[in-house]
Every structure is written in structure tokens, then in C-alpha cells.
């Protein structure tokens, strides 16, 4: 699996969007770049997913570069609720077990 | 959430003593899994399954045993329970879409004293 790189913390303003940037410079094409986040002791949440077209759902958008070395979580109007780390998961995609490895994440941190 | 509860939610158990916690889903996912969380080493994988009675060792198995008699159970066993594995356990689920997501649980406390 290939490794990616976040920033251990980021700052963000309550309504301002969140940008945040994962680097994964050795994926490989069939990886999938996955985004979870975990809420202060509470279970990860998956929030989206995308292979190297530019993803958006209800909870974010997610921009992956055309060489697909890196990508961005966007979440468009943080909230206090936003606060939580979240982490940038590349996997490849596959029948059998999908055993995710979960790294240190990005500590983002929304100010009112 | 996709209907997955754990049981306990907190336990407080001595050394020596065997511990089950309980991972039930709803929704009829064949894979399941239980990873561990502690400070410093993230979510760690412990075992999981691929269906009713089967089973694999993820990174972290020693000292804990799994079982899986019905599709909604998935249950996690530490025989003999040591203050190292005082941790918060979270189960999870993969779903069957294109990507394979997984969906966790809202954890388990285990204090071992």
C-alpha cells in the first residue's frame, strides 16, 4: 500500500472551508484514496473516497491532482463539529479482506 | 452507523480474568473486524472475519481470540485479560459497495487493573 503524508495539525475558522492536503507520491493505479475522520472518542467515520476523478458528497469534496501524487479533503463550511482528526488512507481495491492501516492523521482544529 | 452496536461500551475487569466483548450489526455485511486504539500507535488491526465461521489474525492477535457463529456477531475474547490490553476497541463492518468502505462502531473501553 502506498504511504501518505498530513500535516500533523491544521487551523481552521468556524465557516471558512477546510482544505486539507495529503501527499501519496508513490500510489500506485489501482489505489483508491480513502478520507476518515475520527471525532474526540468516538469510532472513525468514513467520509468519501475516490480513484483520480474529483469526488463530492454530502459530508465533503475531495480533489486528487492528475498525476494523482496528492490530494485534498474539502470540507466547504467548517463547523465546530468538523474538529477531529482525519486521516488520508491509499488502498488498493479488492475481493478480500480491505485491512485498512491507519497513519497519525491531521488534528484539525475549527475556532469559532 | 450502518446498525453496528458493541457490548460493553465500558468494562473495568482485573488481570487474569477472561473478557468477551460483543460486535452486532444489522445489515448482513460478510466482513467484520475488531482493531484496538491507544495512544501513540493509532487503530491496529486484531482480527477479523470473512464470514460465519471464518476467521484471520491481523498485526496485533496475541492474546486474543475471535468467534463468529452467527453473520451479525463477531465477538472478541481475551482469555486472560493483562493491563496492556487496556484499550478502546472498535468492530467494523465493510460494505459491499465499489469502494469497500468500512464503518466502525462507537468503541469499547477496557480498563484492566
Known amino acids: 500500500d502506498a504511504k501518505t503524508t498530513q500535516p500533523t495539525s491544521m487551523d481552521c475558522a468556524e465557516g471558512r472551508a477546510a482544505n486539507l492536503p495529503c501527499n501519496h507520491s508513490?500510489?500506485?493505479?489501482?489505489?483508491?484514496v480513502y478520507w476518515y475522520r475520527q471525532i474526540h472518542s468516538q469510532g472513525p467515520q468514513y467520509i468519501i473516497h475516490?480513484?483520480?476523478n474529483n469526488e463530492t458528497n454530502e459530508m465533503a469534496s475531495l480533489i486528487i491532482t492528475e498525476d494523482r501524487k496528492s490530494s485534498t479533503l474539502i470540507l466547504p463550511h467548517a463547523t465546530l463539529r468538523d474538529t477531529a482528526v482525519y486521516y488520508c488512507?491509499?488502498?488498493?481495491?479488492?475481493?478480500?479482506?480491505?485491512?485498512?492501516?491507519f497513519g497519525q492523521g491531521t488534528r484539525l482544529t475549527i475556532n469559532p | 452507523d450502518a446498525g453496528i452496536t458493541q457490548s460493553p461500551r465500558h468494562k473495568v475487569t482485573e488481570t487474569g480474568t477472561p473478557v468477551t466483548l460483543r460486535c452486532h450489526q444489522t445489515?448482513?455485511?460478510?466482513?467484520m473486524y475488531w482493531y484496538r486504539q491507544d495512544p501513540g500507535h493509532g487503530l491496529r488491526l486484531i482480527h477479523y472475519?470473512?464470514?460465519?465461521?471464518?476467521?484471520d489474525k491481523g498485526e496485533v492477535s496475541d492474546g486474543y481470540s475471535v468467534s463468529r457463529s452467527k453473520t451479525e456477531d463477531f465477538l472478541l475474547t481475551l482469555e486472560s485479560a493483562t493491563s496492556s490490553q487496556t484499550s478502546v476497541y472498535f468492530c467494523a463492518i465493510r460494505t459491499s459497495g465499489k469502494a469497500y468502505e468500512q464503518y466502525f462502531g462507537p468503541g469499547t473501553r477496557l480498563t484492566v487493573t
Open positions: 508513490t500510489i500506485s493505479g489501482n489505489e483508491y
Open positions: 475516490g480513484l483520480k
Open positions: 488512507i491509499v488502498r488498493a481495491v479488492y475481493q478480500g479482506a480491505q485491512k485498512l492501516v
Open positions: 472475519s470473512y464470514g460465519v465461521k471464518d476467521t
Open positions: 445489515e448482513n455485511h460478510r466482513y
